[in-house]
């Protein structure tokens, strides 16, 4: 699955944060971006649990931005997004 992470601020984060990923199907993965500039974005990849798979007979992923709450945000609110894929 990729994803896009984007700063919304002008402002760059210097402090390292990390991308949580879950599955509906139990994988979790834990990835961290050592940094993003302001107004920048960067693409992760996650791989779906064994053999990529996560079907039965969907798959949700969810993903979480900042999951150990380290950066100080003026919107905690837009950290979470989720999508399904039909199986």
């Known amino acids: 699955v990729d994803m ?3 700063n919304l601020s002008t402002e760059t984060v210097s ?3 990390n991308i949580e990923t879950t599955t509906s199907n139990g994988f979790s993965n834990i990835q961290t971006i050592p940094s993003i500039s302001g107004g920048g974005s960067q693409i992760l990849f996650a791989k779906l649990g064994p053999g990529s798979n996560c079907h039965s007979p ?3 992923v969810n ?3 900042d999951s150990s709450n380290v950066i100080i945000e003026s919107n905690e ?3 979470k997004d989720s999508v399904t894929s039909p199986g």
């Open 58 to 60: 969907d798959c949700t």
């Open 15 to 17: 402090t390292p944060f």
């Open 77 to 79: 609110n837009n950290n």
């Open 63 to 65: 993903a979480f931005v």
């Open 4 to 6: 896009k992470v984007s």
